[in-house]
């Protein structure tokens, strides 16, 4: 007779066949990555053989087919009725002797290594399951808690019943699986008393969108089921792979989720439990438990260290659930799966943009999943029993959609709901249907109306918005596979670092501007000074907001430092080890009053474009302090996360003396010029700038021209004035006279010069007169990039058989 149990210390990934995609995995770690630290809870796993033996022991086969057999496999209208069926007839007879006997057998191994009162995992592994073309993600039951003989044999029951869930039932059907052909196998593992501490879900690359190069860890207080059914909003830590052992500290971003159920073990029940869910309760976390993150650094670094190795070890990007054990404050691995979505439905070879042409009343807002946009008819449904109530196309409003929403989710055009996290497995499974999602709005249901046309945009970003109406917008599909590189380089202009993973893919030779100031004006919103002296904000509203938004932080001065240093390192991962040219911040003194608390430390300015603004600010008393934050979190950035490939640039320097002067204060505060390989650009906006390139060069290392500012100054012309736009303009000779002034000069210097800007890409001509006079790398908006790129390939090819048309 076949054995009916395999102990882990037995099973590796060559048994997928006889203990599911689950167990294997289980098994292979617990032999292969325990010895070399990664922790994997021991255990054992019943057979293929021991799920046939009971079919066939109680004649189930044939009345499993007929049951199955009536399934409306087009509507699915009956598939309720059809799992409800199979699931009574399974738990309707009793496990053969000879596999209760088994079982217990690995119970009594377990027990003599671990004590007579150990608390089990009970989870449902399928033979077809954890391929890398299906994730059968959250299709099967698990059961924690699981403690005494008894209750052993009905969670293992229970198990076999869960193969017929309404939810596995469609997706087998759905991904061509035969029902009689995939068997089941229950793992048997001893708990993590993740109860008491946390628990999470850890991808090795982006799960949004396919970037190879973060594992990011998401993670709640107690068990970890909350995660899956997506019933509470996660924290999350993203940890940049190429410096995990090779910097002081690889996380690159951390956001605070709300936390708000806990799931633990139920008080201890004597006998048998009616429900081998009964051992579990969802309790509300305690606030101050809510404002905490779930791990510490050093936690989140040695996960992310484990999950680089189970990749490396499986030669692929993987999922991963962890625990951490409360009573021993150790960290587990308790599953690990290849990843399903990126690897089949990610074509790297188009780049698809989507673009709102006109943005109408937002309803709500989440986390959004897929980067497209669609617009449908909203269907608020409270129970996956409303199936029917959802029409093809329709949007998906609810509260959340753990895996009994699954058998819908393929007739929804989107899902939007009040729970959940990009990590959760409904979020995966959305990715894996192809739906765009919205989730952890926390109010959809009250702002959207069932019947309701909306817009559900996920093109902006990590955040997912929902419209009012039907939106009209547009997509843009390139083939970035026939496209050739010139030899000048594109780089990009970016401020939003939710789009940079995206937009990485693009055919790019790094950043050539990165605008600080839209950073502070959306990730921090608070003026630095009004941290740094947060004693003299008067205003109490302004007050109460800086209080809020840094209650986290003991020093509100690491808020900002914190805040800029992890948006800038996200932007210099996305493109690492290519350049990424970080300008310090631009505001003016009016732009800066915007900022809370920010009218109390800005001067009145008549003129605020030509006043205090640039390298004239950095030194100045009025803000001298609050460049020193932007300079520690630039240090942070390159010293300790390790992102050296960021370069700094200062903006606005009037004269050679006012450079030395910022040159020397960015030293005092840590940022030496050639330290680490650190180079300092300056901005071309200036005359004096073009008139002393060869002097500036001195004291930088490159430039960067701003074609706006340097119109503007060259002409006298205010350049947000409609009354003067016939005279402001790029082709204007005295404005190119000083660009080609600069690029000459800066030949002499061997100093590096780029330009940003949208006239390349609107202006075939223009990007010919750039690559003509030799300009190392022009800079553009995503949305324009393609049509600058054809410009200087255009452009070059030209170059040595036509003169400038300019």
């Given at each position: 007779?076949?054995?009916?149990?395999?102990?882990?210390?037995?099973?590796?990934?060559?048994?997928?066949?006889?203990v599911?995609?689950?167990?294997?995995?289980?098994?292979?770690?617990?032999?292969?990555?325990?010895?070399?630290?990664?922790?994997?809870?021991?255990?054992?796993?019943?057979?293929?053989?021991?799920?046939?033996?009971?079919?066939?022991?109680?004649?189930?086969?044939?009345?499993?087919?007929?049951?199955?057999?009536?399934?409306?496999?087009?509507?699915?209208?009956?598939?309720?009725?059809?799992?409800?069926?199979?699931?009574?007839?399974?738990?309707?007879?009793?496990?053969?002797?000879?596999?209760?006997?088994?079982?217990?057998?690995?119970?009594?191994?377990?027990?003599?290594?671990?004590?007579?009162?150990?608390?089990?995992?009970?989870?449902?592994?399928?033979?077809?399951?954890?391929?890398?073309?299906?994730?059968?993600?959250?299709?099967?039951?698990?059961?924690?808690?699981?403690?005494?003989?008894n209750?052993?044999?009905?969670?293992?029951?229970?198990?076999?019943?869960?193969?017929?869930?309404?939810?596995?039932?469609?997706y087998?059907?759905?991904?061509?699986?035969?029902?009689?052909?995939?068997?089941?196998?229950?793992?048997?593992?001893?708990?993590?008393?993740?109860?008491?501490?946390?628990?999470?879900?850890?991808?090795?690359?982006?799960?949004?969108?396919?970037?190879?190069?973060?594992?990011?860890?998401?993670?709640?207080?107690?068990?970890?089921?909350?995660?899956?059914?997506?019933?509470?909003?996660?924290?999350?830590?993203?940890?940049?792979?190429?410096?995990?052992g090779?910097?002081?500290?690889?996380?690159?971003?951390?956001?605070?989720?709300?936390?708000?159920k806990?799931?633990?073990?139920?008080?201890?029940?004597?006998?048998?439990?009616?429900?081998?869910?009964?051992?579990?309760?969802?309790?509300?976390?305690?606030?101050?438990?809510?404002?905490?993150?779930?791990?510490?650094?050093?936690?989140?670094?040695?996960?992310?260290?484990?999950?680089?190795?189970?990749?490396?070890?499986?030669?692929?990007?993987?999922?991963?659930?962890?625990?951490?054990?409360?009573?021993?404050?150790?960290?587990?691995?308790?599953?690990?799966?290849?990843?399903?979505?990126?690897?089949?439905?990610?074509d790297?070879?188009?780049?698809?943009?989507?673009t709102?042409?006109?943005?109408?009343?937002i309803?709500?807002?989440?986390?959004?999943?897929?980067?497209?946009?669609?617009?449908?008819?909203?269907?608020?449904?409270?129970?996956?029993?409303?199936?029917?109530?959802?029409?093809?196309?329709?949007?998906?409003?609810?509260?959340?959609?753990d895996?009994?929403?699954?058998?819908?989710?393929?007739?929804?055009?989107?899902?939007v709901?009040?729970?959940?996290?990009?990590?959760?497995?409904?979020?995966?499974?959305?990715?894996?249907?192809?739906?765009?999602?919205?989730?952890?709005?926390?109010?959809?249901?009250?702002?959207i109306q069932d019947?309701?046309?909306?817009t559900?945009?996920?093109?902006?970003?990590?955040?997912?918005?929902?419209?009012?109406?039907?939106?009209?917008?547009?997509?843009?599909?390139?083939?970035?596979?026939?496209?050739?590189?010139?030899?000048?380089?594109?780089?990009?202009?970016?401020?939003?670092?939710?789009?940079?993973?995206?937009?990485?893919?693009?055919?790019?030779?790094?950043v050539?501007?990165?605008?600080?100031?839209?950073?502070?004006?959306?990730?921090?919103?608070?003026?630095?000074m009004a941290?740094?002296?947060?004693?003299?904000?008067?205003?109490?509203?302004?007050?109460?907001?800086?209080?809020?938004?840094t209650?986290?932080?003991?020093?509100?001065?690491?808020?900002?430092?914190?805040?800029?240093?992890?948006?800038?390192?996200?932007?210099?991962?996305?493109?690492?080890?290519?350049?990424?040219?970080?300008?310090?911040?631009?505001?003016?003194?009016?732009?800066?009053?915007?900022?809370?608390?920010?009218?109390?430390?800005e001067?009145?300015?008549?003129n605020?474009?030509?006043?205090?603004?640039?390298?004239?600010?950095?030194?100045?008393p009025?803000?001298?302090?609050?460049?020193?934050?932007?300079?520690?979190?630039?240090?942070?950035v390159?010293?300790?996360?390790?992102?050296?490939?960021?370069?700094?640039?200062?903006?606005?320097?009037?004269?050679v003396?006012?450079?030395?002067k910022?040159?020397?204060?960015?030293?005092?505060?840590?940022?030496?010029?050639?330290?680490?390989?650190?180079?300092?650009?300056?901005?071309?906006?200036?005359?004096?700038?073009?008139?002393?390139?060869?002097?500036?060069?001195?004291?930088?290392?490159?430039?960067?021209?701003?074609?706006?500012?340097?119109?503007?100054?060259t002409?006298?012309?205010?350049?947000?004035?409609?009354?003067?736009?016939?005279?402001?303009?790029?082709?204007?000779?005295?404005?190119?006279?000083?660009?080609?002034?600069?690029?000459?000069?800066?030949?002499?210097?061997?100093?590096?010069?780029?330009?940003?800007?949208?006239?390349?890409?609107?202006?075939?001509?223009?990007?010919?007169?750039?690559?003509?006079?030799?300009?190392?790398?022009?800079?553009?908006?995503p949305?324009?990039?393609?049509?600058?790129?054809?410009?200087?390939?255009?452009?070059?090819?030209?170059?040595n058989t036509?003169?400038?048309?300019?």
């Amino acid at each position: 007779m076949a054995p009916f149990i395999k102990l882990f210390k037995d099973i590796s990934y060559q048994d997928l066949s006889k203990v599911g995609g689950k167990n294997a995995s289980l098994g292979e770690m617990y032999n292969q990555l325990n010895p070399e630290g990664i922790k994997v809870p021991d255990g054992y796993a019943t057979t293929s053989d021991a799920y046939w033996h009971f079919l066939e022991h109680n004649n189930l086969k044939e009345q499993l087919k007929t049951i199955l057999g009536r399934l409306d496999t087009e509507q699915f209208k009956n598939l309720s009725e059809v799992g409800k069926q199979a699931r009574e007839l399974i738990l309707s007879v009793d496990f053969p002797e000879e596999i209760r006997q088994q079982i217990e057998e690995g119970y009594t191994y377990l027990q003599s290594e671990y004590g007579d009162k150990i608390s089990l995992a009970v989870r449902s592994s399928a033979t077809a399951e954890d391929l890398p073309t299906a994730s059968f993600a959250g299709q099967l039951e698990t059961y924690l808690n699981v403690s005494g003989l008894n209750n052993l044999y009905k969670a293992c029951h229970h198990s076999y019943a869960s193969l017929f869930t309404d939810r596995a039932i469609k997706y087998r059907v759905d991904n061509n699986f035969e029902h009689m052909q995939v068997a089941l196998s229950v793992g048997v593992q001893v708990m993590v008393r993740s109860d008491k501490a946390c628990s999470g879900v850890m991808f090795t690359l982006d799960p949004d969108t396919g970037f190879e190069k973060v594992i990011v860890i998401s993670g709640s207080w107690g068990l970890g089921e909350n995660i899956v059914q997506g019933a509470v909003n996660t924290d999350e830590f993203v940890v940049f792979e190429p410096m995990l052992g090779n910097a002081k500290q690889p996380i690159i971003s951390r956001k605070l989720g709300s936390k708000a159920k806990t799931m633990v073990y139920a008080e201890k029940q004597e006998g048998e439990l009616q429900n081998p869910t009964d051992a579990i309760l969802n309790i509300d976390t305690p606030p101050e438990k809510q404002e905490v993150f779930v791990l510490q650094d050093e936690e989140v670094v040695q996960l992310a260290k484990w999950g680089k190795r189970i990749e490396e070890h499986y030669k692929q990007a993987m999922d991963i659930e962890w625990a951490k054990d409360g009573e021993s404050g150790e960290l587990f691995i308790v599953q690990a799966r290849p990843e399903t979505v990126q690897s089949q439905h990610k074509d790297q070879a188009f780049f698809t943009e989507y673009t709102l042409k006109d943005e109408g009343t937002i309803l709500t807002s989440g986390i959004g999943l897929s980067n497209r946009i669609v617009s449908g008819v909203a269907r608020i449904l409270h129970s996956p029993k409303e199936i029917d109530k959802l029409q093809e196309g329709e949007v998906l409003v609810t509260r959340k959609t753990d895996p009994d929403w699954d058998p819908i989710l393929k007739k929804a055009v989107a899902i939007v709901t009040e729970q959940g996290g990009r990590t959760s497995h409904a979020a995966i499974v959305a990715r894996e249907v192809g739906a765009v999602a919205v989730l952890g709005t926390n109010d959809a249901t009250k702002k959207i109306q069932d019947g309701q046309q909306v817009t559900v945009s996920t093109a902006g970003g990590e955040t997912g918005y929902v419209y009012e109406g039907e939106l009209e917008w547009e997509e843009t599909k390139t083939d970035m596979s026939k496209l050739e590189k010139p030899d000048t380089k594109a780089m990009l202009i970016l401020g939003d670092p939710e789009q940079a993973f995206k937009y990485s893919f693009l055919p790019n030779d790094g950043v050539g501007l990165m605008r600080m100031e839209f950073i502070i004006n959306n990730a921090i919103q608070i003026h630095p000074m009004a941290l740094k002296r947060f004693e003299k904000v008067e205003d109490q509203e302004a007050r109460e907001k800086i209080e809020q938004l840094t209650h986290h932080y003991a020093n509100k001065e690491n808020y900002f430092v914190d805040k800029l240093a992890e948006a800038t390192a996200v932007v210099a991962a996305a493109f690492y080890p290519k350049d990424v040219i970080v300008r310090m911040s631009d505001f003016k003194s009016n732009e800066y009053a915007n900022l809370i608390g920010g009218r109390k430390f800005e001067p009145e300015e008549s003129n605020p474009m030509i006043g205090l603004r640039g390298a004239s600010r950095y030194y100045h008393p009025l803000y001298q302090e609050g460049f020193e934050l932007e300079c520690r979190a630039m240090k942070k950035v390159r010293d300790e996360i390790g992102l050296t490939n960021i370069k700094l640039m200062i903006p606005f320097c009037r004269t050679v003396d006012e450079g030395k002067k910022v040159i020397d204060l960015m030293a005092n505060y840590g940022l030496k010029r050639g330290d680490n390989g650190l180079e300092v650009y300056v901005m071309v906006e200036i005359p004096s700038n073009a008139l002393l390139a060869e002097q500036f060069a001195e004291i930088f290392d490159g430039f960067s021209i701003g074609s706006n500012d340097l119109t503007q100054l060259t002409l006298g012309a205010d350049r947000d004035s409609g009354l003067l736009s016939d005279i402001f303009s790029p082709f204007d000779e005295a404005v190119q006279q000083l660009i080609v002034m600069t690029l000459e000069k800066a030949k002499k210097t061997g100093t590096k010069v780029g330009l940003c800007g949208q006239a390349p890409s609107d202006y075939p001509e223009y990007a010919a007169f750039l690559v003509e006079h030799g300009i190392d790398s022009i800079s553009f908006n995503p949305d324009a990039f393609f049509r600058g790129l054809n410009n200087m390939l255009q452009a070059e090819k030209e170059r040595n058989t036509a003169p400038s048309k300019v």
